[in-house]
Protein backbone atom coordinates (compact mmCIF):
# COMPACT_ATOMS: atom_id res chain seq x y z
CA UNK A 1 0.00 0.00 0.00
CA UNK A 2 2.50 2.82 -1.10
CA UNK A 3 0.15 5.07 -2.71
CA UNK A 4 1.82 7.39 -5.59
CA UNK A 5 1.49 10.94 -4.70
CA UNK A 6 -0.72 12.57 -7.01
CA UNK A 7 -3.78 15.09 -7.12
CA UNK A 8 -2.23 17.51 -9.07
CA UNK A 9 -3.25 20.16 -11.42
CA UNK A 10 0.39 21.04 -12.71
CA UNK A 11 3.80 19.94 -12.19
CA UNK A 12 4.31 21.99 -9.28
CA UNK A 13 0.95 22.98 -7.84
CA UNK A 14 -1.18 20.41 -6.00
CA UNK A 15 -5.03 20.28 -5.60
CA UNK A 16 -5.60 22.48 -3.44
CA UNK A 17 -3.45 25.07 -5.33
CA UNK A 18 -0.22 25.23 -3.16
CA UNK A 19 3.21 24.51 -4.64
CA UNK A 20 4.21 21.21 -4.42
CA UNK A 21 7.00 20.07 -7.17
CA UNK A 22 7.87 16.48 -5.96
CA UNK A 23 11.77 15.48 -7.28
CA UNK A 24 11.86 11.44 -7.54
CA UNK A 25 15.90 10.38 -6.61
CA UNK A 26 15.67 6.90 -6.58
CA UNK A 27 14.83 3.81 -5.19
CA UNK A 28 16.37 2.09 -1.65
CA UNK A 29 16.47 -1.22 -2.62
CA UNK A 30 16.54 -3.97 0.04
CA UNK A 31 17.00 -6.53 -1.96
CA UNK A 32 15.32 -9.67 -3.41
CA UNK A 33 12.60 -7.11 -5.06
CA UNK A 34 11.56 -4.67 -2.20
CA UNK A 35 12.46 -1.34 -2.95
CA UNK A 36 10.77 1.74 -1.39
CA UNK A 37 11.07 4.97 -3.36
CA UNK A 38 12.96 7.81 -2.47
CA UNK A 39 10.80 11.22 -2.88
CA UNK A 40 11.42 14.60 -1.67
CA UNK A 41 8.62 17.17 -2.19
CA UNK A 42 8.57 20.98 -1.83
CA UNK A 43 5.60 22.53 -0.09
CA UNK A 44 4.17 26.18 0.36
CA UNK A 45 1.81 24.76 3.00
CA UNK A 46 3.42 26.57 6.40
CA UNK A 47 4.19 23.43 8.93
CA UNK A 48 6.94 22.37 11.02
CA UNK A 49 10.15 22.36 9.35
CA UNK A 50 11.41 18.66 8.33
CA UNK A 51 13.84 17.29 10.78
CA UNK A 52 15.85 16.03 7.91
CA UNK A 53 15.50 18.59 4.97
CA UNK A 54 14.44 22.14 6.33
CA UNK A 55 12.01 23.94 6.35
CA UNK A 56 8.93 23.69 2.87
CA UNK A 57 10.54 20.18 2.62
CA UNK A 58 9.31 16.68 3.58
CA UNK A 59 10.02 13.16 2.09
CA UNK A 60 6.57 10.83 2.60
CA UNK A 61 8.93 7.43 3.09
CA UNK A 62 11.12 9.34 6.23
CA UNK A 63 7.69 11.33 7.36
CA UNK A 64 5.14 8.67 7.27
CA UNK A 65 3.25 9.44 11.24
CA UNK A 66 -0.08 9.33 12.95
CA UNK A 67 -1.38 11.94 15.43
CA UNK A 68 -5.17 12.74 16.71
CA UNK A 69 -7.28 15.18 15.41
CA UNK A 70 -9.38 14.91 17.97
CA UNK A 71 -11.14 12.66 20.64
CA UNK A 72 -11.46 8.98 18.85
CA UNK A 73 -10.19 10.41 15.70
CA UNK A 74 -6.51 9.75 13.94
CA UNK A 75 -5.07 11.22 10.58
CA UNK A 76 -2.27 8.76 9.45
CA UNK A 77 0.00 10.52 6.40
CA UNK A 78 0.87 7.64 4.56
CA UNK A 79 4.46 6.05 2.95
CA UNK A 80 3.40 7.79 -0.27
CA UNK A 81 1.88 11.09 1.46
CA UNK A 82 -1.72 10.10 1.19
CA UNK A 83 -3.74 10.60 4.28
CA UNK A 84 -6.72 8.37 5.90
CA UNK A 85 -8.63 8.69 9.07
CA UNK A 86 -9.35 6.44 11.92
CA UNK A 87 -12.02 5.92 13.87
CA UNK A 88 -11.65 4.73 17.26
CA UNK A 89 -14.61 1.62 18.37
CA UNK A 90 -14.56 1.47 22.45
CA UNK A 91 -16.46 -1.71 22.41
CA UNK A 92 -13.62 -3.57 20.93
CA UNK A 93 -10.50 -0.97 21.91
CA UNK A 94 -9.43 -1.01 17.94
CA UNK A 95 -9.58 1.57 15.28
CA UNK A 96 -10.22 1.21 11.85
CA UNK A 97 -10.12 3.42 8.58
CA UNK A 98 -13.49 5.96 8.50
CA UNK A 99 -14.93 4.67 5.61
CA UNK A 100 -13.93 0.84 5.14
CA UNK A 101 -12.22 -1.55 6.91
CA UNK A 102 -9.11 -2.10 5.02
CA UNK A 103 -7.10 -0.71 7.72
CA UNK A 104 -7.16 -1.45 11.88
CA UNK A 105 -5.43 -0.05 13.96
CA UNK A 106 -4.35 -0.77 17.78
CA UNK A 107 -2.74 1.39 20.60
CA UNK A 108 0.27 -0.35 22.46
CA UNK A 109 1.79 2.59 24.75
CA UNK A 110 4.34 4.85 22.66
CA UNK A 111 3.52 2.48 19.79
CA UNK A 112 0.55 1.98 17.12
CA UNK A 113 -0.16 -0.84 15.27
CA UNK A 114 -1.69 -0.65 11.49
CA UNK A 115 -2.88 -3.00 9.72
CA UNK A 116 -3.79 -3.14 6.39
CA UNK A 117 -6.10 -5.61 4.94
CA UNK A 118 -3.12 -7.86 2.90
CA UNK A 119 -1.56 -8.41 5.79
CA UNK A 120 1.28 -5.70 5.81
CA UNK A 121 1.69 -3.86 9.20
CA UNK A 122 3.01 -0.48 10.16
CA UNK A 123 4.59 0.03 13.80
CA UNK A 124 4.46 4.29 14.84
CA UNK A 125 6.42 4.94 17.75
CA UNK A 126 5.32 8.16 19.21
CA UNK A 127 3.58 9.43 16.26
CA UNK A 128 6.60 8.59 13.50
CA UNK A 129 6.46 5.94 11.51
CA UNK A 130 9.31 2.99 12.78
CA UNK A 131 8.67 -0.73 10.58
CA UNK A 132 6.57 -2.03 8.40
CA UNK A 133 6.42 -5.89 7.66
CA UNK A 134 5.03 -7.19 4.75
CA UNK A 135 2.81 -10.08 4.08
CA UNK A 136 5.60 -12.46 3.74
CA UNK A 137 7.56 -11.56 6.85
CA UNK A 138 10.07 -9.32 6.20
CA UNK A 139 10.82 -6.06 8.28
CA UNK A 140 11.90 -3.07 7.37
CA UNK A 141 12.94 -0.27 10.27
CA UNK A 142 13.24 3.15 9.77
CA UNK A 143 16.48 4.11 12.75
CA UNK A 144 15.99 7.42 14.30
CA UNK A 145 17.99 9.65 16.85
CA UNK A 146 15.43 11.84 18.33
CA UNK A 147 12.88 13.01 15.19
CA UNK A 148 16.03 12.51 12.58
CA UNK A 149 15.92 9.44 10.67
CA UNK A 150 19.41 7.85 10.70
CA UNK A 151 19.55 4.98 8.59
CA UNK A 152 16.94 2.04 6.81
CA UNK A 153 17.65 -1.44 6.83
CA UNK A 154 15.96 -5.00 6.54
CA UNK A 155 16.07 -6.45 9.58
CA UNK A 156 19.13 -8.34 10.31
CA UNK A 157 20.84 -7.12 7.64
CA UNK A 158 22.99 -3.96 7.18
CA UNK A 159 21.03 -0.74 6.19
CA UNK A 160 20.14 -0.11 2.70
CA UNK A 161 20.30 3.87 3.36
CA UNK A 162 21.92 6.30 5.82
CA UNK A 163 21.79 9.74 6.33
CA UNK A 164 24.88 11.85 7.41
CA UNK A 165 24.21 15.19 8.85
CA UNK A 166 26.36 18.26 9.29
CA UNK A 167 27.27 20.24 12.67
CA UNK A 168 24.61 22.26 11.85
CA UNK A 169 21.82 18.93 11.72
CA UNK A 170 20.87 19.30 7.85
CA UNK A 171 21.01 16.21 5.94
CA UNK A 172 24.76 16.23 3.94
CA UNK A 173 24.33 12.98 2.06
CA UNK A 174 22.27 10.10 1.76
CA UNK A 175 23.92 6.77 1.18
CA UNK A 176 22.63 4.01 -0.65
CA UNK A 177 23.67 0.66 0.36
CA UNK A 178 26.84 1.74 2.29
CA UNK A 179 29.30 -0.73 3.08
CA UNK A 180 30.68 -1.48 6.33
CA UNK A 181 33.06 1.75 6.71
CA UNK A 182 29.98 4.33 5.39
CA UNK A 183 31.29 4.31 2.23
CA UNK A 184 28.91 3.87 -0.91
CA UNK A 185 29.32 4.42 -4.90
CA UNK A 186 25.48 5.46 -5.18
CA UNK A 187 25.81 9.17 -3.00
CA UNK A 188 23.50 11.91 -2.67
CA UNK A 189 25.12 15.60 -1.75
CA UNK A 190 22.87 18.11 -0.55
CA UNK A 191 23.98 21.85 0.53
CA UNK A 192 21.56 23.81 2.40
CA UNK A 193 21.08 27.80 3.20
CA UNK A 194 21.21 28.69 7.05
CA UNK A 195 18.79 31.68 5.72
CA UNK A 196 15.81 29.62 4.99
CA UNK A 197 16.83 26.25 6.76
CA UNK A 198 16.63 24.15 3.91
CA UNK A 199 18.05 22.47 0.98
CA UNK A 200 20.14 25.09 -1.53
CA UNK A 201 21.07 22.06 -4.28
CA UNK A 202 20.93 18.27 -4.63
CA UNK A 203 24.32 16.53 -6.08
CA UNK A 204 23.06 13.03 -7.39
CA UNK A 205 25.33 10.10 -8.04
CA UNK A 206 24.84 10.07 -12.07
CA UNK A 207 25.39 13.90 -12.35
CA UNK A 208 22.11 14.81 -12.22
CA UNK A 209 22.00 18.49 -10.29
CA UNK A 210 19.14 20.02 -8.98
CA UNK A 211 19.72 24.32 -7.33
CA UNK A 212 16.84 25.98 -5.68
CA UNK A 213 16.56 29.68 -5.17
CA UNK A 214 14.42 31.32 -2.80
CA UNK A 215 13.51 35.06 -2.56
CA UNK A 216 10.92 37.44 -2.04
CA UNK A 217 8.55 40.56 -3.96
CA UNK A 218 7.85 43.36 -3.31
CA UNK A 219 4.52 42.23 -1.28
CA UNK A 220 7.28 39.47 0.68
CA UNK A 221 5.44 36.68 -0.60
CA UNK A 222 7.78 33.90 -1.53
CA UNK A 223 9.62 33.08 -4.70
CA UNK A 224 11.34 29.81 -5.62
CA UNK A 225 13.23 29.08 -8.72
CA UNK A 226 14.90 25.71 -9.30
CA UNK A 227 16.53 24.19 -12.25
CA UNK A 228 18.02 20.51 -12.63
CA UNK A 229 20.17 19.45 -15.44
CA UNK A 230 17.32 16.75 -16.62
CA UNK A 231 16.01 19.54 -18.37
CA UNK A 232 13.38 20.70 -15.64
CA UNK A 233 13.07 24.56 -14.41
CA UNK A 234 10.47 26.97 -12.96
CA UNK A 235 10.05 29.91 -10.96
CA UNK A 236 6.79 30.04 -8.75
CA UNK A 237 5.73 32.37 -6.21
CA UNK A 238 2.85 31.76 -3.44
CA UNK A 239 0.97 33.85 -0.70
CA UNK A 240 3.06 34.07 2.31
CA UNK A 241 -0.47 33.57 4.46
CA UNK A 242 -2.25 30.95 2.46
CA UNK A 243 0.51 28.95 0.76
CA UNK A 244 -1.53 29.31 -2.70
CA UNK A 245 -0.03 29.78 -6.12
CA UNK A 246 0.05 33.47 -6.96
CA UNK A 247 2.29 33.01 -10.21
CA UNK A 248 4.43 30.64 -12.24
CA UNK A 249 5.93 33.08 -14.39
CA UNK A 250 3.99 32.23 -17.34
CA UNK A 251 0.61 32.62 -15.47
CA UNK A 252 -1.07 33.84 -12.83
CA UNK A 253 -3.55 31.95 -10.45
CA UNK A 254 -6.50 32.56 -8.21
CA UNK A 255 -6.94 29.65 -6.20
CA UNK A 256 -10.43 29.95 -4.50
Partial sequence: PIYPIGGSIAPYVDKDGCVNPIVALGDIDFGNGLALPLVLNFSSVIRPPSPEFGQ???CPLFEAKIFDVQQNLKRVELLGGKEIYLIYNPRIATWKHVFSDDWKGEAQGDDFKLTYKTGCKFIFNKGLISSMTTPDGRTILWNRAGDKLISMQESGKSPAMQIVYDKLGFSKQILLNPDSLGASGNVYDFSSSLVYAGIEKIQGPDGRKIVFDRTRDKALN???????????????????????????????????
Avoid: C, F, M, R
Fill in 56 to 58: GWE
Fill in 222 to 256: PILSWTDTEGLWATVSWDVKTGKILSDNKYTYQIT
